[in-house]
């Protein structure tokens, strides 16, 4: 029972365009939810968040928009890169004092080209 | 500062023998996770120490897994015996324990196991 999906395995975008990320989850409990970004042969890494109090994130390039009542969550990279070539994977976790057990979708590997 | 590190970075053994992973969290951190992703799926949660004590294990497989941080600051992550279906990569990520619920977790390089 898969409470958090990503339906599109890849992506390609050219480079300059916007990437966009999609990712549905099915529990309304979730307080947090996050996008990691994976290298091959890297561990993920944080790439930005946004509470369920908030609809929409920036940090630079990236933002994350948040639908609460469509349950569903989107990462927008604006320009792409090269650099950002990489498998994406939403996650989400509910509060809970003070650590997150974490539930991460399949990932989507998104290839920009140059 | 040095990030999370896991030994071995990959391992092939074969079924019915025994394998135990280590993960050395980032110095200071006392949060300390385990992760799995069997191939193209999605990486699941394993268990959770606070210090050397286990906070949530409910994502352990089966009893064949053995999770341990004596000490509060490495931990290893024992298969035994291990079978076809624990073939997967095994991410450790850790986090400072702040209170707060956004504190990042940092995931190591993660260790590929190939059971055979």
Known sequence: DQQVKQNSPSLSVQEGRISILNCDYTNSMFDYFLWYK????????????????????????????????????????V???????????????????????????????LQVIP | EAGVT???????????????LRCDPISGHDNLYWYRRVMGKEIK??????????????????????????????????????ELEDSGVYFCASSQLDGRSTDTQYFGPGTRLTVL
């Open chain 1, 79 to 109: 320009p792409s890169q090269p650099g950002d070539s990489a498998v994406y994977f939403c996650a989400v976790y509910p509060y809970s004092g003070g650590y997150q057990k974490v539930t991460f979708g399949t990932g989507t590997k």
């Open chain 2, 45 to 82: 949660f394993l268990l959770h120490f606070v210090k050397e004590s286990k906070q949530d294990e409910s994502g352990m497989p089966n009893n064949r897994f053995l999770a341990e941080r004596t000490g509060g600051t490495y931990s290893t992550l024992k298969v035994q015996p291990a």
């Open chain 2, 6 to 20: 896991q030994f071995p970075s990959h391992s092939v053994i074969e079924k019915g023998q025994t394998v135990t």
């Open chain 1, 38 to 77: 994976k290298y091959p042969a890297e561990g993920p890494t944080f790439l930005i968040s946004i509470s369920s109090i908030k609809d929409k994130n920036e940090d630079g390039r990236f933002t994350v928009f948040l639908n609460k009542s469509a349950k569903h969550l989107s990462l927008h990279i």
